[in-house]
């Protein structure tokens, strides 16, 4: 099984920051990486896959980046609205894995 | 416009069993593998089992084996996970998910999740 591991746990930032969250796969998935935000309460949604395509409607803020077993996303400026918990996750193997989170708050 | 409704959870005994279905709709089922994922209350996603668009496919992860069943039926654009010998830390929301047809097979739409309680 492919481990996941993010980083860091908790992010703390103020609105028009920029945000870096990292991911780390525990052997290569190539580009079959997808990132995903939660909010409270929410479902999870779908804002990058292939490491480093935004998925329809996410907006430019959201950048991702990576291949082999780091990945990488960044939010250029925190809106209100991005405050959330955001997963990645592998598909290149079975089982598909996700990482255990990074929230980001204020 | 996709939509997933999963139903059926509820509070269960352990040891007991229940069916999950998800009634998707905006898009045509019979050509999309889909999966099951859940989160424990204050934890993180945790993939269940995915499926291929006709069933030729099915995967579960190793904790469940031979507890959990994933099936469908295209007929009725829906999507089952039936459970058993259930037990106390298989209380989750369980969601199910759509695997993307465009490059990759990640996971483009979720449903809202039904909650599973299981305990005495």
């Known amino acids: ?106 | 416009e996709v939509q997933l409704v999963e139903s059926g959870g509820g509070l269960v005994k352990p040891g007991g069993s229940l069916r999950l279905s998800c009634a998707a709709s905006g898009f045509t089922f019979s050509t999309y593998n889909m999966n099951w994922v859940r989160q424990a209350p204050g934890k993180g996603l945790e993939w269940v089992s995915s499926i291929s668009s006709s069933s030729n496919y099915i995967y579960y992860a190793d904790s469940l084996k031979g507890r959990f069943t994933i099936s469908r039926d295209n007929a009725k654009n829906s999507l089952y996970l039936e459970m058993n010998s259930l037990r106390a830390e298989d209380t989750a929301v369980y969601y199910c998910a759509r695997v993307s047809a465009v490059a990759g097979n990640h996971f483009d739409y979720w449903g809202q999740g039904t909650l599973v309680t299981v305990s005495s």
């Open chain 1, 1 to 106: 099984e492919i481990v996941m591991t993010q980083s860091p746990a908790t992010l703390s930032v103020s609105p028009g920051e920029r945000a870096t969250l990292s991911c780390r796969a525990s052997q290569s998935v190539s580009g079959n990486l997808a990132w995903y935000q939660q909010k409270p309460g929410q479902a999870p949604r779908l804002l990058i896959y292939g490491a480093s395509t935004r998925a329809t409607g996410i907006p430019a803020r959201f950048s991702g980046s990576g291949s082999g077993t780091e990945f990488t996303l960044t939010i250029s400026s925190l809106q209100s609205e991005d405050f959330a918990v955001y997963y990645c996750q592998q598909y290149n193997n079975w089982p598909r894995t996700f990482g255990q989170g990074t929230k980001v708050e204020i």
